[in-house]
């Protein structure tokens, strides 16, 4: 082992460089770029905050309550009765939730996503399965809140309807750019319409609400035609009913996001994140309840051609007006909107997960904006992908969807039981530092594991339900894809740990001595300034020289000796005879005899000549040698490439 007093020597000198990047064309896009002191100016506040991480789940609003009925509609119209019944039962599941999710935050101040709180109390695999459920989670976020905004549009202009999959790819450009922008800045341009969209809604439920009562809400008028994807059934089963709540957790999609983003809040980072989730959960359960109530009795029934909420204002405000327009532009917007939530934890988690060697180390990397620019494109490449293969349709993406959430649910709720387990059994004064948090004795613990181990067995039992009554509707993708998640993941985390091994200087004695032999050879076709450049720069490194010419032209081998014997400065020359005029394969040969024989302390410097034309379109009418050299000897140890540029004005 080395001792470090014997390196008392060693100097290091700290800088910082006064380079400021230049502006170009991502300035106009994105923004200037922001240096790293200016990370603590970038959170936001609890009304920013909801904008942010609350717009999926208030999203859900607008599709939920149609895919309880188009589970429904398999019995008739008779059973969209059992709608508002079963919205209830979410909206309890989602107080549920709701109260264990503030428990998380404020146990994790840094944040406190399922994989985290997997990571910490219950293990690698746990939170593996807990990160590709999330991953998953926002690919869909993005896709089906993209689509389902893009619903609306075709619902107030039907004539767009073919044009629906060019319209969603487009909105998730649009959103990505604004993400790469920064959390401030996309929080700030978010948050006007996701008030709009609360205010209205609010509005068209009271107003909808106060007309049942006063009996002048009526029917809608000509409603779609009644669509089912499906088998029909004569009398409502438990199983329809267990299939339509199912469908309709889809509301409860986004809760978790809160619990993510902490870092992204003001101080106290833990209490306006915890406010933020209360908020968001009552704006939401009302919304719910109200859309729900309000659609059972006015006759609405869920299409692909025109959404119940188009439908709900419509018969509202007594026809496409303007109040029913901007209805259907804020539930638009709020849709589009609900991406932004999943451009705001995506990068976030995937950093995390990079960071731990369970994912490539570029997620890991800050952008100018400092936000994670890598997870943020690929999270709208994949996204879109995803909007071609289903045909931005909703109904079609919605079985894929809320099962990877509440697995989630379950993960991270058990953990945070787990977590209460452990701080019970410390002993007063006693703290334990973890990974994510620090631990410590608490009285109420037993309180605290009770509320979120039922959290955990409830959405654990409704997981089991979606998967069971979703499965062959599309939910058997998610089942096959998650173990394939984790084994990539395994596989690069093996990767990584395997290499940080290799390069660990832990048990590695004492550093090699900086002497040994060096052997320097220099391919050469030609003799010329660029050739004269690298023969130079090769007996700085060596007195050791050698140079090769790979001989396919006996005129021109004779050209180039005669020329060696003038510029060669005594060099040896090695030429090569090529029978079948071919360059690379003789070099490469030669290079091997050299490797072959070589000593032990012995290093091979291969110098390569290589033409910087002043335009780079002519650098196709030169052969890339080192390229070529660096691609093949890349693997062998001890050998070393190096491209002497010379550049030609």
Not at 81 to 96: K, M, R, T, W
Not at 338 to 366: C, E, H, I, V, W
């Amino acid at each position: 082992m080395i001792n470090p007093e014997d390196n008392k020597s060693t100097s290091v000198i700290q800088r910082t460089t006064d380079y400021e990047p230049p502006r170009d064309i991502s300035h106009f896009l994105i923004g200037r770029p922001l240096a790293t002191a200016d990370a603590p100016h970038q959170t936001i506040g609890k009304a920013i905050g909801l904008a942010v991480f609350a717009s999926d789940a208030l999203s859900s609003t607008a599709y939920a309550t149609q895919e309880i009925l188009v589970i429904l509609a398999a019995a008739g119209t008779i059973a969209f009765g059992y709608a508002f019944p079963i919205s209830i039962a979410i909206v309890i599941l989602l107080a549920i939730v709701s109260l264990s999710y503030e428990q998380t935050i404020h146990a994790y101040p840094d944040g406190g996503g399922a994989y985290i709180v997997s990571r910490d109390n219950l293990g690698e695999f746990p939170a593996l399965t807990a990160a590709a459920a999330l991953l998953m989670d926002y690919i869909l976020t993005v896709s089906v809140s993209i689509a389902s905004g893009v619903a609306q549009i075709v619902s107030a202009y039907p004539e767009l309807f073919q044009y629906r999959i060019a319209i969603a790819i487009a909105c998730v450009l649009f959103v990505m750019l604004i993400n790469l922008r920064g959390v401030k800045e996309s929080g700030a341009a978010f948050a006007i319409p996701t008030y709009f969209f609360i205010v209205l809604m609010f509005l068209t439920v009271s107003i909808g609400i106060f007309r049942y009562f006063t009996g002048t809400l009526g029917l809608v008028i000509d409603p779609p035609t009644l669509e089912h994807l499906g088998e029909t059934v004569s009398v409502v089963t438990p199983f329809l009913l267990l299939h339509a709540f199912s469908s309709g957790t889809a509301a409860l999609t986004g809760v978790e996001a809160i619990s993510n983003g902490i870092t992204a809040f003001k101080e106290p980072r833990s209490r306006n994140a915890g406010i933020t989730l209360i908020w968001m959960a009552v704006i939401l359960g009302s919304l719910f309840l109200g859309i729900s109530f309000l659609t059972t009795h006015i006759g609405a029934v869920p299409s692909e051609a025109e959404t119940v909420i188009s439908q709900l204002a419509r018969t509202i405000f007594n026809g496409r007006g303007t109040l029913y327009l901007g209805v259907i532009t804020g539930t638009t917007v709020i849709l589009i909107m609900a991406a932004n939530t999943a451009f705001a934890d995506f990068p976030r988690l995937s950093a995390m997960a990079a960071k731990d060697g369970f994912l490539p180390r570029q997620l890991t990397y800050r952008g100018s904006r400092l936000v994670y620019s890598y997870g943020i494109i690929t999270l709208a490449i994949i996204a879109s992908l995803l909007i071609i293969s289903f045909q931005a349709s909703v109904t079609r993406l919605i079985p894929l969807y809320a099962i990877g959430v509440f697995l989630s649910f379950t993960l991270s709720q058990a953990g945070m039981a787990r977590r209460w387990w452990k701080i019970g059994h410390l002993a007063p004064g006693v703290e334990i530092k973890e990974r994510g948090s620090t631990i410590r004795y608490e009285k109420n613990w037993q309180f605290k594991m009770v509320v979120n181990g039922f959290g955990s067995l409830c959405t654990a039992v409704v997981m089991c339900v979606f998967a069971v009554t979703k499965f062959e509707d599309g939910a058997y993708i998610v089942l096959f894809l998650m173990p394939l998640l984790i084994g990539l993941f395994s596989m690069i985390h093996r990767h990584y740990s395997g290499v940080a091994s290799r390069l660990s200087l832990e048990h590695y004695g004492e550093p090699p001595p900086y002497t040994g032999r060096h052997r320097v050879i220099v391919p050469v076709s030609n003799v010329h300034q660029g050739t004269l450049a690298a023969l130079r720069y090769a007996h700085m490194l060596s007195d050791d020289v050698t140079a090769v010419h790979v001989s396919m032209d006996p005129d021109e081998t004779e050209k180039v000796q005669r020329k060696w014997q003038t510029w060669g400065k005594s060099t040896r020359l090695v030429v090569v005879a090529s029978p079948y005029r071919l360059f690379l394969e003789p070099l490469l040969g030669y290079i091997e005899e050299i490797i072959a024989t070589r000593q032990s302390n012995e290093t091979i410097t291969i110098v390569v000549p290589q033409f910087v034309p002043s335009k780079r379109i002519f650098n196709a009418l030169h052969m890339q040698t080192a390229d070529m050299l660096r691609k093949e000897l890349l693997s062998k140890p001890g050998v070393v490439i190096t491209d002497v540029p010379y550049q030609i004005p």
